[in-house]
């Protein structure tokens, strides 16, 4: 028997658009699905069906009342969903699917990077080719935007949901666990992750000898609902699961490399296997390859592409673009969003991202401010931070105003206390050998000098100058 989703299965769009704060360079359609919570048969429609035969297992509700089909990866109603272009990011992805493949010891992954490094798209890259290489996986998906997935709460839930896809056998087992306990979902994630380790002895007998099963958790960082609590409570309870005895799982997970994450990770009993999405991967060669694949892309297929010159766009063009993507890929595919808008004349618009054409409305950084004024409204100590950007972005001499302000700066501010700011604002900047402020984004220096797009970020460095002089003057 077939029965029509509960309305509360269906995928629903959030109501903020559904960016994620990794690069997008490529839309997909969103998947049509139809997910069948209490009936005897259960047959998803889209990208990956599955038909189950199961005697009815209404105990399972509970379940299904908590499953997150946008946290899915092409089951929710995500039209944006980005991959890595073709070509592009393939060291890392080989480093991810050789863990996979069973290179090394270690049965967690983690891969970290700072905004806009592209860690989602991975992360989809991974997943998908996981499913064409015959690799089974189950992901969740955080974005803070979306409430049916910025919590840890419907995390297991959404997990044993796409694990009953896999394999159908589980569900009398787990039908069982819930009829004896049907409020386990509300008690600890380590209480629910139990639900998971009932299914050791089921699944390895739908396995090759010895072959893992992979969950993949993309964007903790992005869980913002007690993010201290629910962060660390599912790195530990994940980690117990996959380091149990004749456990099949392994955890694959891709966040920011914020403090209180690098922390969870530290405090492990097991170690993690991580990367972090440096320069030591060389994105600037992916990045030429999507911009130069963008611009090729839209003098095809652009409405206005018989107005477009033969040699445009010119290779200084192109290299501003990548120069000022500073190795992350957010910004490149902000822009060449930006220009290749049916709406808009590239040439017009690459003038406007270039700045030498004013823009009214529509800025093409808009996503990109939206990361920065993020990151930077979430910092405890706004007038330190403000100090810091500041003398980041005073130019270096060594005429005695300078030498008076860098003496302001050492006097005010200790290492341990610039460390301390830093850390907070660790997806956008970072502390080189030295102890010496570097942005990740050169862009960000574009941002905080323009007060129309920073707002209340603004970064007046005459202002701040002016203050320091006042302040140095004044008796101690």
């Given at each position: 028997?077939?029965?029509?989703?509960?309305?509360?299965?269906?995928p629903?769009?959030?109501?903020?658009?559904?960016?994620d704060?990794?690069?997008?360079?490529?839309?997909?359609n969103?998947?049509?699905?139809?997910?069948?919570?209490?009936?005897?048969?259960?047959?998803?429609?889209?990208?990956?069906?599955?038909?189950?035969?199961?005697?009815?297992?209404?105990?399972?509700?509970?379940?299904?009342?908590?499953?997150?089909?946008?946290?899915?990866?092409?089951?929710?109603?995500?039209?944006?969903?980005?991959?890595?272009?073709?070509?592009?990011?393939?060291?890392?992805?080989?480093?991810?699917?050789?863990?996979?493949?069973?290179?090394?010891?270690?049965?967690?992954?983690?891969?970290?990077?700072?905004?806009?490094?592209?860690?989602?798209?991975?992360?989809?890259?991974?997943t998908?080719?996981?499913?064409?290489?015959?690799?089974?996986?189950?992901?969740?998906?955080?974005?803070?935007?979306?409430?049916?997935?910025?919590?840890?709460?419907?995390?297991?839930?959404?997990?044993?949901?796409?694990?009953?896809?896999?394999?159908?056998?589980?569900?009398?087992?787990?039908?069982?666990?819930?009829?004896?306990?049907?409020?386990?979902?509300?008690?600890?994630?380590?209480?629910?992750?139990?639900?998971?380790?009932?299914?050791?002895?089921?699944?390895?007998?739908?396995?090759?000898?010895?072959?893992?099963?992979?969950?993949?958790?993309?964007?903790?960082?992005?869980?913002?609902?007690e993010a201290?609590?629910?962060?660390?409570?599912?790195?530990?309870?994940?980690?117990?699961?996959?380091?149990?005895?004749?456990?099949p799982?392994?955890?694959?997970?891709?966040?920011?490399?914020?403090?209180?994450?690098?922390?969870?990770?530290?405090?492990?009993?097991?170690?993690?296997?991580?990367?972090?999405?440096?320069?030591k991967?060389?994105?600037?060669?992916?990045?030429?390859?999507?911009?130069?694949?963008?611009?090729?892309?839209?003098?095809?297929?652009?409405?206005?592409?018989?107005?477009?010159?033969s040699?445009?766009?010119?290779?200084?063009?192109?290299?501003?673009?990548?120069?000022?993507?500073?190795?992350?890929?957010?910004?490149?595919?902000?822009?060449?969003?930006?220009?290749?808008?049916?709406?808009?004349?590239?040439?017009?618009?690459?003038?406007?991202?270039?700045?030498?054409?004013?823009?009214?409305?529509?800025?093409?950084?808009?996503?990109?401010?939206?990361?920065?004024?993020?990151?930077?409204?979430?910092?405890?100590?706004?007038?330190?931070?403000?100090?810091?950007?500041?003398?980041?972005?005073?130019?270096?001499s060594?005429?005695?105003?300078?030498?008076?302000?860098?003496?302001?700066y050492?006097?005010?501010?200790?290492?341990?206390?610039?460390?301390?700011?830093?850390s907070?604002?660790?997806?956008?900047?970072?502390?080189?050998?030295?102890?010496?402020?570097?942005?990740?984004?050169?862009?960000?220096?574009?941002?905080?000098?323009?007060?129309?797009?920073?707002?209340?970020?603004?970064?007046?460095?005459?202002?701040?100058?002016?203050?320091?002089?006042?302040?140095?003057?004044?008796?101690?």
């Amino acid at each position: 028997m077939e029965v029509n989703i509960p309305r509360h299965l269906q995928p629903t769009m959030s109501n903020r658009p559904t960016e994620d704060f990794d690069y997008q360079m490529a839309s997909s359609n969103a998947a049509h699905t139809s997910v069948f919570a209490n009936a005897n048969g259960v047959r998803i429609e889209g990208n990956f069906t599955a038909n189950i035969n199961t005697p009815s297992k209404s105990s399972l509700e509970v379940l299904y009342q908590r499953v997150s089909p946008n946290a899915i990866l092409n089951i929710g109603g995500r039209g944006e969903d980005a991959r890595c272009h073709p070509g592009t990011r393939e060291e890392v992805i080989g480093l991810m699917e050789r863990w996979m493949d069973g290179a090394g010891n270690n049965r967690i992954f983690w891969m970290s990077g700072p905004a806009g490094g592209g860690k989602t798209a991975i992360m989809k890259t991974v997943t998908e080719r996981a499913a064409k290489r015959g690799v089974p996986t189950a992901n969740f998906f955080f974005f803070r935007g979306d409430s049916s997935r910025n919590s840890a709460h419907p995390v297991v839930a959404t997990l044993l949901y796409q694990l009953f896809r896999l394999y159908p056998s589980c569900l009398d087992i787990a039908a069982k666990l819930f009829a004896e306990s049907p409020r386990i979902l509300d008690e600890s994630m380590e209480e629910q992750c139990k639900l998971i380790s009932a299914l050791f002895p089921i699944i390895p007998q739908s396995l090759p000898a010895g072959a893992p099963i992979f969950i993949l958790i993309d964007g903790l960082d992005e869980c913002d609902v007690e993010a201290d609590r629910s962060q660390r409570d599912i790195l530990h309870a994940f980690e117990r699961l996959v380091m149990k005895d004749h456990s099949p799982f392994r955890l694959l997970v891709a966040s920011r490399q914020e403090p209180r994450i690098q922390m969870i990770f530290n405090q492990l009993p097991s170690t993690a296997c991580s990367i972090f999405l440096g320069k030591k991967y060389s994105p600037q060669n992916d990045i030429r390859i999507f911009v130069q694949a963008e611009f090729d892309t839209l003098k095809v297929s652009h409405p206005s592409k018989g107005s477009l010159p033969s040699a445009w766009p010119s290779s200084s063009d192109v290299d501003a673009i990548i120069a000022k993507s500073s190795g992350q890929f957010i910004y490149a595919a902000t822009v060449m969003r930006y220009i290749s808008h049916p709406s808009i004349v590239p040439t017009l618009g690459l003038e406007r991202v270039m700045g030498f054409v004013p823009v009214v409305n529509n800025s093409p950084f808009a996503n990109l401010d939206s990361i920065y004024t993020f990151i930077l409204g979430r910092v405890s100590d706004a007038d330190a931070m403000r100090d810091i950007l500041s003398m980041k972005m005073v130019p270096r001499s060594l005429n005695l105003s300078d030498m008076q302000l860098l003496s302001w700066y050492n006097s005010r501010y200790n290492s341990a206390l610039i460390e301390s700011c830093v850390s907070e604002l660790s997806a956008i900047i970072k502390l080189d050998e030295d102890g010496y402020v570097q942005f990740y984004h050169a862009s960000l220096d574009d941002f905080l000098r323009d007060q129309a797009r920073s707002g209340p970020y603004w970064i007046d460095v005459d202002a701040f100058r002016a203050k320091v002089l006042v302040m140095s003057q004044q008796p101690t």
